[in-house]
């Protein structure tokens, strides 16, 4: 089955302990994002990459860091997690750019205290 | 600055009824402009998608309409059903970069039986 994968889809940490969050797909797309969304302010793209080893940022890059070794894998990296970076997080991926249609991921609840 | 502005921020309609969705977006230069469902604590998935040059694309009891000259769009919704409560969510893709996709912030719908 052509999916997007997130894991964890649940998490709790504190302040300041470093936390991966994996993404994965298995439809051979070339571009992958990541995205934050929080109530009322909806999607807003943290980075993006176009293939391996290329990324860059979105629009809401800062606290956050992603890497693309690999085709199907896209991971965020938070180095040291803040309050306000409490959210539902998304990957997502389309075949070529940004402007494919984009499969998501389930989604990923944040929360650190 | 690209923005999408959705309206209504929110509505509730029976089952059965019609409702159509407003999307207003300022994005230059125009690519193309996505409609993505969106159901609680799930990743959207894509609806529909318009080009410059399409007027009116329909998928199923949903047909979006887009008025490049106003850049206006709308989402009508026929024959409403409990499972069309979800969040609606307007795209728009500038042309010329991966990066700009302007995400509007959503309208939630509640079919109520």
């Known amino acids: 089955e052509a999916q997007v994968t997130q894991n964890p889809r649940y998490l709790i940490t504190v302040t300041g302990k470093k936390l991966t969050v994996t993404c994965s797909q298995n439809m051979n797309h070339e571009y992958m994002s990541w995205y934050r969304q929080d109530p009322g302010l909806g999607l807003r793209q943290i980075y993006y990459s176009m293939n391996v080893e290329v990324t860059d940022k979105g629009d809401v890059p800062e606290g956050y860091k992603v890497s693309r070794k690999e085709k199907r894998n896209f991971p965020l990296i938070l180095e040291s997690p803040s309050p306000n970076q409490t959210s539902l997080y998304f990957c997502?991926?389309?075949?070529?750019?940004?402007?494919?249609?984009?499969?998501f991921g389930p989604g990923t609840r944040l929360t650190v205290t | 600055k690209n923005q999408v502005e959705q309206s209504p921020q929110s509505l509730i309609i029976l089952e059965g009824k019609n409702c159509t969705l407003q999307c207003n977006y300022t994005v230059s230069p125009f690519s193309n402009l996505r409609w993505y469902k969106q159901d609680t604590g799930r990743g959207p998935v894509s609806l529909t998608i318009?080009?410059?040059?399409?007027n009116t694309k329909s998928n199923g009891r949903y047909t979006a309409t887009l008025d490049a000259d106003t850049k206006q769009s709308s989402l009508h919704i026929t024959a409403s059903q409990l499972s069309d409560s979800a969040s609606y969510i307007c795209v728009v893709s500038a042309r010329g970069s991966a990066r700009q996709l302007t995400f509007g912030s959503g309208t939630q719908l509640t079919v109520l039986p």
């Open positions: 997502a991926s389309s075949l070529t750019t940004g402007w494919d249609e984009q499969y």
């Open positions: 318009m080009t410059f040059s399409e």
